[in-house]
């Protein structure tokens, strides 16, 4: 079992700067790919970013390419999502999740564990 805690929301202006922190509980968290997703009201979840279990290969969306970069930290059982150039449209709840299948970084498989998210909202 992961749990996965979520941080590091909250408003900011277009152009700022947002870094999110998805914080895993367990001894096996270095063994599992990680994503973020967002949320948008009224809209479906979508994929934003993801990363195998040891942080050599990274997948983006095309809409967040150039301006956001998923990192992780084994040891400190932690995956960040560093958020730039933020525009009014990134305005929705991001989520991190967990998953066994390392194939989920190229878009394939499914993801085990869900965080219960944080809000990020961009103001013009």
């Known amino acids: 079992q992961v749990q996965l805690v979520e941080s590091g929301g909250g408003l900011v202006q277009a152009g700022g700067s947002l870094r999110l922190s998805c914080a895993a509980s367990?001894?096996?968290?270095?063994?599992?790919?990680m994503g973020w997703f967002r949320q948008a009201p009224g809209k479906e979840r979508e994929f934003v970013a993801a990363?195998?279990?040891?942080?050599?290969?990274?997948n983006y969306a095309d809409s967040v390419k150039g301006r956001f970069t998923i990192s992780r930290d084994n040891a400190k059982n932690t995956v960040y999502l560093q958020m730039n150039s933020l525009k009014p449209e990134d305005t929705a709840v991001y989520y991190c999740?967990?998953?066994?299948?390392?194939?989920?970084?190229?878009?394939?498989?499914?993801?085990?564990?869900w965080g219960q998210g944080t809000q990020v909202t961009v103001s013009s």
């Open positions: 999740a967990a998953a066994r299948d390392q194939t989920v970084v190229a878009g394939g498989g499914q993801y085990d564990y």
């Open positions: 990363i195998n279990w040891r942080g050599g290969n990274m």
């Open positions: 367990g001894r096996t968290f270095s063994s599992y790919a």
